[in-house]
Each structure stands twice: as C-alpha cells, then as structure tokens.
C-alpha cells in the first residue's frame, strides 16, 4: 500500500497562544511531514495569526470536542490527501521528531489498524494513572492492544472513520473515545497504545471543568446505551455507580453526578446500535469487559 498521509487536527479556545504556537512549531518539526494541519477555533471568535501552510476554521459557537473535531476530520477530509487523522490537545508538545514517522509504520504494516494512542506524560516525564489504556496497569511504558485510547494525543485512521463515522457529537466532551474506540472494534478494527509516541502535557485534572461530574455522568449512560447489548447496560452502570459513590468525596460532585445520570437516562445521546457479544468477548480477551 501507498505510504500513509498524516493530517494533524487542533482544537483551541484561543486560551493558549503561546502553547499553541510551541505545538504548531513542533508539528512543523517533524522528520515526515503532515500533509495537512487545521487548527479549529471553538467559539474562540478569532484564531491568533497561524502559521504558513495551517488551515484555521473558525466556529462561532463551542461545539466541544466530539464537535469540533468532527469539524476538522470534515475539513481534513476534503482535501483528498489524508489517511490518518492525529489529534493532538493544545497545551500539548510532541517533544521527539520522529512521531509522525513512526506513527505512518504502524499504519502502513496493519491495514487494519484503526486507533493508536500516544503516551502522555507531564514535563518531568511521569505519566497519571488515568492516562494508561488498561485496567490495573502501573507500567505506562507497555504497550499492545486496548479497548480505549486517550483523547490528548492519538491517530486514527480515515478508512476506519469512513466506515464506522466521526465522534458522538452529543457528547460534548468525556467518554467520546470509548464510544468510539467501541464502535471501531465492534467493526473490526483494531486499538493500539503505543508508548513510544509521546505528547508531553501539563498534569491536570479532568474535575477542573465545573461541568465534569454532570457530564461524566450523563456520557456513561448514553456510552451504555448507544453501545451495549441490553443485559450489559444495567451491570455497566451499576458497576459504575458503587465506584463513583465509592471514589467522589465532593457532596456538591455527587449531586452534579446524579443530575447527569438522570439526564441520560432521559435523552437520547445518539442512535442505538449495540455491539456483538464476540466484540464482548474480544474485549474480555484484551483485559477489559465492557462492564467496567
């Protein structure tokens, strides 16, 4: 096959310049160069000045991740000449010049590789927990298939895209990769976390976002219903109550949390098209059921 064509995606909300612009010349840096970079402004009103060779689309309101980055996967798409899809956050610096390149090998020896995921690691090179693909995995540096991928810094592959459709874009934002990452192995494709692709990212916290809880929330319901087979989706949601009654020690959380269950439960997220029971147990297989 052709060598595949990388197209880099960036959201911004116009809050970071300078990081924006470190991450644009990082891109730029890069030993194999992307075909394409747009750069989509969320609701920011107007991008800073880009650099030569980056498409800026500017949207007047904040449609979130899943919507925004439908957004550039629609722009990147036109051009006719991209095969793999990077996202890469804003505050984010891909540090090593090589990414790009090594990302187009694994693309190019699996046709069917659909999502890789890049490790993220902060400025002194330590990665979160929450930020490693698997259950009970303390070793951020081991890689292999997985059942999600992290949002921060990824691939993904625009054949796959074509078939299996862009990020849910109800979503907004948390748990849009899972859905996605569900959708893809449901049809066959396949989920990589490639530790030696890193994107080095400021440690942060997702309970910084004042709306985290509710649509933490709300998104696992709509994750459980678009996706599950119907005996699952009560198991996946119970389990997923006990731990966060277990985990949140914020009585102002736990409300928000609530609210956002019972507003799943009442919308829709989105079209329902649960996956097969041998996604299920190919899932089992890669060390995570879809009940937890």
Do not use: C
Not at 41 to 54: A, I, K, Y
Not at 123 to 150: I, S, Y
């Amino acid at each position: 096959m052709a060598r595949p064509r990388v197209g880099v995606a960036v959201l911004t909300m116009g809050t970071r310049p300078a990081e924006l612009r470190a991450l644009l010349d990082a891109v730029a840096g890069q030993d194999e160069p992307a075909s394409r970079i747009v750069v989509v402004g969320n609701g920011t009103g107007s991008l800073p000045d880009l650099p030569e060779g980056v498409t800026g689309v500017e949207l007047p309101e904040n449609r979130g991740v899943s919507g925004g980055r439908n957004v550039a996967i629609e722009t990147l798409r036109s051009f006719g000449d991209v095969d793999i899809v990077v996202d890469l956050d804003d505050d984010g610096l891909l540090v090593d010049t090589d990414v790009f390149r090594r990302l187009a090998d694994l693309y190019e020896a699996d046709p069917r590789l659909g999502i890789v995921s890049f490790r993220i690691a902060d400025e002194t090179g330590e990665t979160q927990r929450r930020h490693v693909p698997r259950l009970g995995a303390k070793d951020p540096l081991r890689g292999g298939e997985v059942t999600t991928f992290l949002g921060g810094g990824h691939g993904l592959s625009m054949p796959m895209l074509d078939e299996i459709g862009g990020w849910p874009e109800d979503f907004f934002f948390t748990h849009e990769e899972t859905d996605l990452a569900w959708r893809a192995l449901d049809a066959g494709w396949k989920v990589l976390y490639a530790p030696e692709l890193l994107l080095q990212h400021p440690r942060t916290s997702p309970a910084r976002h004042a709306v985290y809880y509710r649509m933490t929330a709300r998104n696992r319901v709509w994750l459980a219903k678009r996706n599950l087979p119907v005996p699952l989706v009560p198991v996946y949601l119970g389990v997923w109550t006990l731990l966060t009654l277990a985990r949140t020690r914020s009585l102002p959380g736990l409300k928000a949390w609530f609210g956002g269950f019972a507003e799943g439960v009442r919308r829709s997220g989105g079209p329902r098209t649960p996956m097969r029971w041998t996604t299920v147990l190919h899932m089992t297989r890669l060390g995570r059921p879809p009940v937890i």
